[in-house]
Nanobody, 126 residues
Framework: QVQLIESGGGLVQTGGSLRLSCAASGPTVSKYAMGWFRQAPGKEREFVAAISATGSETFFADSVKGRFTISRDNAKNTVYLQMNSLKPEDTAVYYC???????????????????WGQGTQVTVSS
């Protein structure tokens, strides 16, 4: 069983930055690929970014490419989402998720992930 706890959300102005963290606990967490999703009010949960178990590969939604980066520190069992140049449309609850599989074609699909955190709110004011 893997447990995921997100933190780092908050209120920021347009153009600002935030760094989200996802602390993972459980056996062999370092063997899991990790992803970030977000869900805005009234919308479906959507993929944001993913990182392989070793951190050597990353994958991003087109909407955040060039603005967001994803990284991980397996010694700390933590995954980060650095968000720069934030826009009001980035406002959402951000969720961390874990999967044992790294299949690029599936990474954007919610069904590919086995474990989920409770989410952290990010609000970008205009």
């Amino acid at each position: 069983q893997v447990q995921l706890i997100e933190s780092g959300g908050g209120l920021v102005q347009t153009g600002g930055s935030l760094r989200l963290s996802c602390a993972a606990s459980g056996p062999t967490v370092s063997k899991y690929a990790m992803g970030w999703f977000r869900q805005a009010p009234g919308k479906e949960r959507e993929f944001v970014a993913a990182i392989s178990a070793t951190g050597s590969e990353t994958f991003f939604a087109d909407s955040v490419k060039g603005r967001f980066t994803i990284s991980r520190d397996n010694a700390k069992n933590t995954v980060y989402l650095q968000m720069n140049s934030l826009k009001p449309e980035d406002t959402a609850v951000y969720y961390c998720a874990a999967t044992k599989a790294w299949v690029v074609g599936d990474l954007a699909q919610r069904r590919a992930y086995d474990y989920w955190g409770q989410g952290t709110q990010v609000t970008v004011s205009s």
